[in-house]
């Protein structure tokens, strides 16, 4: 069975950082692509960044530069290193399998970020 359990979410002012975590397990992490996506209030799910098997990867705009996304496959974990933070990146942020752009795979239970002054 798939298991992703994310962390590292929290509120932090404007300009801030956070560092999400995701442990992954009940699958052969090593040879999937992962993704990050987030959930705003009142909005769907949006896809925000991949990592395929290779360590390839690919961001939405919006995030670009501020934004790392990467892997440990030793440990069977996903991160996602967040800078710059905005209020428009407030959002669940969750692990997810999957390819680049995708929001339909398995993933966690999320994490909350909040960006407020």
């Known amino acids: 069975e798939v298991q992703l359990v994310e962390s590292g979410g929290g509120l932090v002012q404007p300009g801030g950082s956070l560092r999400l975590s995701c442990a992954a397990s009940g699958f052969v992490f090593r040879i999937y692509a992962m993704n990050w996506v987030r959930q705003a209030p009142g909005k769907g799910l949006e896809w925000v960044s991949n990592?395929?098997?290779?360590?390839?990867?690919r961001y939405i705009d919006s995030v670009k530069g501020r934004f790392t996304i990467s892997r440990d496959n030793a440990k069977n974990a996903l991160y996602l290193q967040m800078n710059s933070l905005k209020p428009e990146d407030t959002a669940v942020y969750y692990c997810?399998?999957?390819?680049?752009?995708?929001?339909?795979?398995?993933r966690g239970q999320g994490t909350q970020v909040t960006v407020s002054s």
């Open positions: 990592i395929d098997n290779r360590g390839l990867t």
């Open positions: 997810a399998l999957g390819g680049a752009g995708s929001t339909l795979g398995s």
